[in-house]
């Protein structure tokens, strides 16, 4: 690789700088600014930077490059992936800037980690090569280790901290084990040379590379929260600070999946039998299992916890069903994000709104009679909790029926029956909070705070999740746009 | 006389991991993972990634264990400075990590099919002069991105250490 | 020369004794050290496959696992020491103020 080769590559790499920029600049500006007024303006700043980058993500729709001797893809698919988490980057410190402003815990360097994280983020989503992915990888985990832990007077944030940091090393050995194995066997880190290797006569097979694609897949599961695997993640998501669990919700999943779809249905599709049959049995636990626990949480935040481990089982029935006929598979994953990750940032950012100094404003009974004290923000959590069970006019119910209809077509009949059964059963505790918002008086009168910019962030949110639910044609033609980069 | 190293490195390696897991005294557990730790060191030099072993030793013989020393003379009370010996409840992990072993081992004894094709770093060792040559050569030029990546990481976790660890006065 | 097979070998006994380490300690450092114990068993597997296939792309990941791990060790342990400082336990067992 020459020096000119060098700076071209740079240029397609321009949105990452921007945020690591952002994030060098918003530190520095930190420490010279020690007063607390000026840290509403730097989450300013960081949000500004998270717009720039995300417009120059948008000029790289429609490239097709490799760069950085393969580390990196600059593809639609890559694009898609880096706007959903830098629009979840941008919606969370909006809404830390309400949170942090309550719980009293101003400091610079929560947003100068939400930028790296995102950083990281974006280095998962464009990964094609091991060395790349994991270094994204772990460098997101390490600044949600941080983020977990950020209110350091709190306990339960403290246990969630090293709670999420014992389970993310853990994972992070699996993975790298798994990683080490399936290079031995394919003499190579990097994807399409993996799938070089695979697709030979006879590559298919091997106790090694078995071995090596369960680790990863276990490592995987782990970072995704998976059901067997998920352990500790309630808890996580619980003591974290409200925001936080929001990105880490939609986040790193978020990037997990860009690193499965790039690797399991393109790079290992030589494997297909092999990772589909342990994908089709982890999501059907998954879905059932988290669906169950949710059903007795009486924390509306635990609650959403175990809904997101539920949406990442609907979201590996897609990946299962690449097995069969990838595009339709690849795209229902995609969609079913897209839909899953507006609703959710949504629901936590109404979880915010009412928060209070403390552990406030979490509970189911926080929401009692939220319809008389706020009809704005009763009305945007009945429609983030109806995308998020599945109901006609939003975004999820279409999202859904696509993913089913992949299982459907690719004889996984049994799984599509599992995921529409559990998402009867999930109607329990989402309308749960309706009927708690609507048909119960509040018990307080107080109003609720919240600056401008976060309410029209969350109108924004609301009005994506009902048009893709009336107009689903330009997201369908994205997904389709991004797997053909893909393919 | 390879097999002979071999043998004597890998069975430190093992036997002071062991020693790790089974002492009760906390700081012992320390110094018998160093002990792995520069056996391994020991196996990357068998290996020829001379440079890595240097890095192990430095990095992590260096550098972590006595952050972990740190951490216990900051976080351990006096009294609980040895740990309970594991009892009966126990035994399921154990059991588990056995099997878990045996699957590994059965694994590696029965087939290895190397797949993929063979790359020519020995070719380059020889031509550049040695490893360190040849890893300096890759880092700045194929993983640059991966380097820069790097540095990033380690700012955060210094970032991590002042947030977390240093509490201001108010 | 040795065969590739023992040095898997190896890596896989490390790798066992480090996970039984994290399943059956209970004191935060000791899974620390044992975490670290199945990361450097990975090294070993990462160290012996690239020689063996005469790659240099495992000895790269090596170096950034080795910096990463260093990284995560400080994180790790300013967690600990803030947990410590809040008058918590480092015992895995008596984490109990989020329900399981």
């Known amino acids: 690789m020459n020096t000119a080769q060098l700076w071209t590559d740079t240029l397609y790499l321009l949105p990452e700088i921007i945020i690591a920029l952002t994030g060098l600049l918003a530190l520095v ?78 400091r610079g360097e929560y947003y100068v980690l939400i930028l790296f994280s995102t950083l990281g983020m974006m280095v998962m989503a464009a990964a094609t090569n091991f060395i790349s992915m994991y270094l994204g990888l772990e460098l997101t985990a390490i600044s949600c280790y941080i983020l977990c832990g950020f209110m350091i007077k709190d306990k339960a944030s403290n246990e969630s901290a090293i ?97 499965a779809l790039r690797f399991f249905p393109i790079a290992a599709y030589a494997l297909r039998v092999q990772w ?64 899953y990750f507006t609703a959710n940032v949504g629901a936590f950012g109404v979880i915010v709104l009412l928060c209070q100094k403390g552990r406030m404003g979490e509970k189911f009974d926080d929401f009692k009679g939220l319809g008389k004290r706020s009809p704005f923000a009763a009305m945007l959590m009945t429609i983030f909790m109806l995308s998020l069970l599945g109901i006609p006019p939003t975004g999820g119910f279409l999202a859904k029926v696509w993913v089913f209809a992949a299982a459907v077509k690719a004889d996984y ?35 609720l705070s919240f600056t401008p910019a976060l309410a029209v962030a969350l109108y924004i949110m609301a009005f994506f999740t009902l048009y893709m639910g009336v107009f689903p044609g330009s997201f369908f033609e994205l997904a389709k746009k991004s797997v053909i980069a893909l393919l | ?47 020829h990634a001379e440079f890595l072993a240097a890095v192990q030793v430095l990095v992590y013989t260096g550098a972590i264990i006595i952050l972990y020393v740190f951490a216990i003379m900051l976080t351990t009370p006096k009294e609980a400075k040895t740990i309970p010996q594991f009892y009966v409840r126990k035994i399921m992990p154990i059991v588990l990590g056995v099997l878990f072993f045996f699957q590994l081992a059965v694994m590696v004894l029965t087939r290895f099919d190397f797949i993929g094709k063979k790359g020519d770093l020995v070719a380059m060792m020889s031509k550049w002069g040695g490893n360190a040559e040849v890893l300096g050569k890759f880092l700045y030029t194929d993983y640059i991105l991966p380097f820069e990546l790097v540095s990033i990481i380690l700012l955060v976790a210094i970032i991590g250490a002042v947030v977390l660890a240093i509490r201001r006065s108010s | 020369m040795v065969s590739i097979t023992w040095y898997l070998v190896v890596s896989a006994l490390l790798f066992t004794i480090g996970l039984i380490g994290v399943l059956v300690k209970r004191n935060i450092i000791m899974v620390f050290l044992c975490l670290e114990l199945m990361l450097n068993a990975a090294n070993l597997n990462m160290v012996a496959f690239s020689h063996y296939s005469s790659n240099i792309e495992g000895q790269i990941f090596t170096i950034f696992s080795i910096t990463v791990a260093a990284a995560e060790a400080v994180v790790g342990l300013a967690i600990v020491i803030s947990l410590f400082r809040n008058g918590g336990n480092i015992n895995i067992d008596e984490f109990n103020i989020l329900k399981w």
Not at chain 1, 222 to 246: L, S
Not at chain 2, 27 to 46: D, E, K, N, R
Request: proline residues 2%; glycine residues 6%.
């Open chain 1, 163 to 259: 709670k999420y940091f014992i389970l993310g090393l853990f994972a992070s050995a699996i993975l790298v084990y798994g990683i080490s194995l399936i290079y031995g066997v394919c003499g190579s880190l990097n994807f399409s040379q993996i799938q070089q290797a695979l697709s030979r006569p006879g590559g298919n097979s091997g106790v090694v590379l078995l071995t090596g694609m369960v680790m990863l897949i276990v490592g995987f599961g782990f970072k995704m929260a998976v059901v067997p695997f998920h352990m500790w993640m309630p808890d996580v998501y619980e003591g974290a600070p409200t925001p936080v669990t929001a990105f880490m919700s939609i986040g790193p999943k978020v990037a997990c999946f860009a690193v």
């Open chain 1, 413 to 447: 009949m049994w799984l599509a029956v599992i995921g529409v059964i559990n998402a009867i059963i999930s109607a329990y505790y989402y309308l749960r909070v309706t009927v708690m918002m609507y048909m119960h008086d509040p018990e307080e009168q107080s109003s």
């Open chain 1, 276 to 339: 589909g049959f342990i994908f089709a049995i982890l999501a059907a636990i998954t879905i059932t299992l988290a669906n169950f626990h949710a059903l007795r949480q009486e924390s509306v935040k635990r609650m959403l916890a175990y809904s997101g481990i539920s949406h990442v089982g609907y979201a590996l029935i897609g990946l299962v069903a690449t097995t069969v006929d990838r595009q339709i598979g690849l795209m229902s994953v995609i969609v079913y994000f897209l839909v």
């Open chain 2, 1 to 47: 006389m390879s097999y002979i190293f071999f043998i004597i490195f890998s069975l430190i390696a093992i036997v002071s991991a062991i020693r790790v897991v089974c002492t009760k005294q906390l700081v012992h557990a320390i110094l018998w993972l160093v002990v792995t730790f520069l056996s391994t060191a020991c196996l990357f030099v068998m290996l």
């Open chain 1, 29 to 106: 500006w930190d420490f010279i600014s020690p007063e607390s007024v000026k840290k509403s303006r730097l989450a300013l700043f960081s949000l500004f930077g998270i717009m720039l980058a995300a417009v120059f993500c948008f000029m790289q729709a429609g490239l097709d490059k490799q760069i950085f001797s393969n580390l990196l893809a600059v593809d639609y698919f890559a694009v898609v992936y880096k706007i959903i988490l830098l629009v979840t980057a941008g919606m969370v410190i909006l809404m830390s800037m309400n949170y942090l402003k309550v719980q009293d815990t101003q």
